[in-house]
């Protein structure tokens, strides 16, 4: 079945330490974006990327960093500069370029840092 | 600057109960509008979307949303609600950044379903 695989599910890490969320997806969809979720925020963009080797930053990219080298895969640092990183982070994607918008979302990640 | 608003942060409603959800967004242009619904550390998945056409749409689970453009306005709509449909519910706008549409969501809505 075609969908977005977020690994790891929960991912606990000790203050001033990086990590990498993973995303992989086999939709062949272009674009992909990086949400962060805390509860009563909604989904703020971190990174999107709407073609491979390209990316852009979001509203809250400051302390993250992204690669896009494979269409497939489209991993997310948080950064030891990220100040509140504790939260849920969640991997989308969508067709590309004549898209409607519509957002196909993994499972996603849930990170603690201690 | 557009912007999606959900007004009601929390409700409760008991099971069999009609439902109703509101979303208000600010866009010049007809969006392309959409609500997600999430389940407790899960991801968001589609209940529904308008793009153009007849106003009133059908999604899954029963749920159906209606467009009213001079209310700037997509409320989502259950005619009972069942204890499965416990879960935070999300209304977003497509808008065009560069050269495609992102998503712009709403704070989102948790529902509560009483026995």
């Known amino acids: 079945d075609g969908g977005i695989t977020q690994s790891p599910k929960y991912l606990f890490r000790k203050e001033g330490q990086n990590v990498t969320l993973s995303c992989e997806q086999n939709?062949?969809?272009?674009?992909m974006y990086w949400y962060r979720q805390d509860p009563g925020q909604g989904l703020r963009l971190i990174y999107y990327?709407?073609?491979?080797?390209?990316?852009q930053k979001g509203d809250i990219a400051e302390g993250y960093s992204v690669s896009r080298e494979k269409k497939e895969s489209f991993p997310l640092t948080v950064t030891s500069a990220q100040k509140n990183p504790t939260a849920f982070y969640l991997c989308?994607?969508?067709?590309?370029?004549?898209?409607?918008?519509?957002?196909?979302f993994g499972e996603g990640s849930r990170l603690t840092v201690l | 600057a557009q912007s999606v608003t959900q007004p009601d942060i929390h409700i409760t409603v008991s099971e069999g109960a009609s439902l109703e959800l509101r979303c208000n967004y600010s866009?010049?242009?007809?969006?392309?509008l959409f609500w997600y619904v999430q389940s407790p550390g899960q991801g968001l998945q589609l209940l529904l979307k308008?793009?153009?056409?007849?106003?009133l749409v059908q999604g899954i689970k029963g749920f159906e949303a209606e467009f009213k453009r001079s209310q700037s306005s997509f409320n989502l709509r259950k005619p009972s609600v069942h204890w499965s449909d416990a879960a935070e519910y999300f209304c977003?706008?497509?808008?065009?950044?560069?050269?495609?549409?992102?998503?712009?969501f709403g704070s989102g809505t948790q529902l509560t379903v009483l026995p």
């Open positions: 989308a994607s969508s067709i590309g370029q004549t898209n409607t918008g519509e957002l196909f």
């Open positions: 939709l062949n969809h272009d674009a």
């Open positions: 990327s709407q073609i491979v080797n390209d990316f």
């Open positions: 866009y010049g242009a007809t969006p392309y």
């Open positions: 308008y793009f153009s056409g007849d106003t």
């Open positions: 977003a706008v497509a808008i065009f950044s560069g050269s495609a549409r992102q998503l712009t």
